[in-house]
């Protein structure tokens, strides 16, 4: 069955420190991933997707993230934390090879950056 | 460029009550329109998308129903509204085309629909 998974429900980040925000995925055929960011009480927002191509992808807000195809993961990284990057940030799947290609989205994870 | 627009903000209705939600698309045409709703501030549950005038798909049997009578315009109803409707209601749109496999959706700001 397809699925995407968030494995951590929250994650800590002092201002200035690196931050990764997990993410990994399974789906029957080749994935086009997507990581949204939202902020309390507003819609989700894009912040970069991988579709083909080189693995590191770049996205809005200095965001970057890594597909591993082997280790099925596309984990969100960013190598400077800001307070206002504190938000819920969700990972979404879709299965090309599928022809329902409906988004398949994880759980979320609450990143809170700390001052 | 594209926006999307969704009303109301925020929504108090008694259970038993009717509903309708209204989000429209500018800037873009034929759009694939969504309504997901969100609860507990967390999973995002695809309620209903279209694909275009008329065409419906419902992924969740529910107390909701979903219309778009414009290309850009996409209707989320209720005729009698139960506690468990309750939450954040979302619409988006993505392009559709040779572009559906890699196109984001695009979010509104949402509606909090509160049912006492």
């Known amino acids: 069955a397809q699925s995407v998974a968030q494995p951590e429900d929250q994650v800590n980040v002092a201002e200035g420190n690196p931050l990764t925000v997990k993410c990994t995925y399974s789906?029957?055929?080749?994935?086009?991933l997507f990581w949204y960011v939202q902020y309390p009480n507003r819609g989700l927002q894009f912040l970069l997707k991988?579709?083909?191509?080189d693995n590191l992808v770049k996205g809005s807000y200095g965001f970057e993230a890594e597909f591993n195809k082997s280790q099925t993961s596309f984990h969100l990284k960013k190598p400077s934390a800001l307070v206002s990057d504190s938000a819920l940030y969700f990972c979404a799947v879709r299965d090309v090879d599928d022809s329902n290609y409906q988004l398949i989205w994880g759980a979320g994870t609450k990143l809170i950056i700390k001052p | 460029s594209q926006t999307i627009h969704q009303w109301p903000a925020t929504l108090v209705q008694p259970v038993g009550s009717p509903l309708s939600l209204e989000c429209t698309v500018e800037?873009?045409?034929?759009?694939?329109l969504y309504w997901y709703r969100q609860a507990a501030g967390r999973g995002l549950q695809l309620l209903f998308y279209?694909?275009?005038?008329?065409?419906i798909s419902s992924e969740v049997p529910q107390n909701l129903s979903a219309s778009r009578p414009q290309d850009r315009q996409f209707i989320l109803s209720s005729k009698k509204l139960l506690l468990s409707d309750s939450g954040f209601y979302l619409c988006a749109w993505s392009q559709t085309g040779l572009l559906d496999y890699n196109s984001p959706l695009h979010f509104g700001n949402g509606t909090r629909l509160t049912v006492t």
């Open positions: 789906v029957s055929g080749n994935p086009y």
């Open positions: 279209s694909v275009g005038i008329g065409q």
């Open positions: 991988y579709i083909t191509g």
């Open positions: 800037g873009t045409s034929n759009p694939n």
